[in-house]
């Protein structure tokens, strides 16, 4: 790799909102360290990048990402190169791999297995376990380089499980060392150089055996404590997955006690037909606790949430009690108990009835218009992408008992797909557009066998900018860059400035965006996963060294990436 890049003639958004200009810039050393006429001149030997007719924008900026795991054997964290991202933080949810004491290291995949819906027999052959500590976490990280900057929240069900063991999910209360040992726990993550806290309250957060994750049970004085660190440091963000009972009333609590921001990710805060103006009544009561001084605010999804799954791992209805058998049967791999499940008749009126009054928060809640056929036997190829309701109404049926006999006749083998939020531009702009919202909530790493939402960004440049306008290509920029990186207190990522990191994509306006699912095998012993490329990417630099070059992931002959580990933050 060059040691400098003169990037030449291109429209350079600086990922601050201003205008863009036509300019030159030249990088040395990870570094922007000209401008304009200044860079041609200064330039020497340096690589020339022609970028004449494309746009030249800080690398995107994730801020909910799950590489935990995958990181230890794919530094390179693909896909995410590829699709501009630059800088991603991990450990979100308050799911990951550290601290882990080496008796609890199945224990922790079997959650994340679930509740990340990853492949297990990946993650067991695939995970590098030579820490123990959050710190030792890190130091692994470095060893390997990644890719990405990347950034780590200390996690509350790992730490749980850490300090209690197979208790974390099943014992609400922890004894007072317990309760103490978590504390030092997290601690001794901020000390390290952990961005800050992360836990769920989610119903839809379930791991092993359909067991709760840690967190979800956890009392509340339990997260006033674990929060406590953050307080005292005067640094660190919190983030959740709120579910119902973090509501931002109660997150604007914790903010005030804290004087730390507070973060709300939830599926009742999308776009859903069931309840439309839910989501942005979320978004109004954050914007009312920022005009209290207290910061409290959305993380933003500018996708539709779209899940795809089968009857053998029907994770979208697990929340709902008639599934607790399903969960059980799915967990030990039973396709034939699922079978006798799925044909009685009893089973789907108990399903039926929790659709009519389904728990706050699920995926789910019995529209059958939002659910499809997404990848059916030759022989039923004709039905892909038809809606379970057009297809049950054609067949004169009822949309479950047509959705459990079609699968049963192709030995659960078919894949749905389910677009069950944010489903309706008109309904997602105010949502994106709001001042307290922040657009993250990728996923990367996660759900990989029934989703890849990882090129956020990108949809957000093509859809939202070139497709409906909702956008100037300015804002999308800032939106993507430096809105993120300071809302979590990130420094110095998500602008172009001279002095500052050079992380940067090149693109064509004119035609990003994201090419359609595909499917590879090449999780640790050979495990699927789904993917998605890029439109109109150019180049990717982090800290100034390529790693997408418009057709490849570029990873380092030597092995080692050019990102860095952030353990550093603003206050």
Known sequence: MAEATLIRGATLLDGTGADPVRADLLARDGRVVALGDAAARDAGDAEVVDAGGLALMPGIVDLHTHYDAQLTWDPGCSPSPALGVTTAVIGNCGFGIAPCPPDLRDTMLRNLSVVEGMDLEALRAGTRWTFETFAGYLDLLRALGPSLNVAVFAQH????????GEAASTRAEPTGAELAAMVAQVRDAMAAGAIGFASSFSPNHSGWAGAPMPSTIAPDHELHALLGPLRDAGRGVFMSATGSRATPDYMEDLAARTGRPAFISTVLGMYSDAAPTRGLSMYDRCAQALDRGRDVRMLTSCQPLTFDFDLLSPYVWYPLPSFEPVKAAAAAGDADALARLYADAGFRGRFRADLRAPPAGVLFTGDWSQVTVGLASPPNAALQDRPIAALAAEAGRDPVDWLFDFALSERLATRFGGRFFNNRDEGVAPLLRHRAGVVTLSDAGAHLSYLCDAGFGLHLLGHWVRGTGTFSLPEAVRRLTSHPAQAFRIAGRGRIAVGGPADLLLFDPAT??????????????????????????????????????????????????PGRVLDRFDA
């Open 157 to 164: 069900s790992t730490i749980r499980t850490a300090v209690m």
């Open 512 to 561: 990003v965006g994201l090419k359609p699912l595909r499917a590879v095998h090449d999780l640790p012993g050979g495990g699927r996963r789904l993917v998605r490329d890029p439109i109109g990417v150019h180049r990717v630099w982090v800290n100034g060294t390529t790693t997408f070059d418009g057709r490849d992931v570029v990873r380092p002959a030597a092995g080692r990436g």
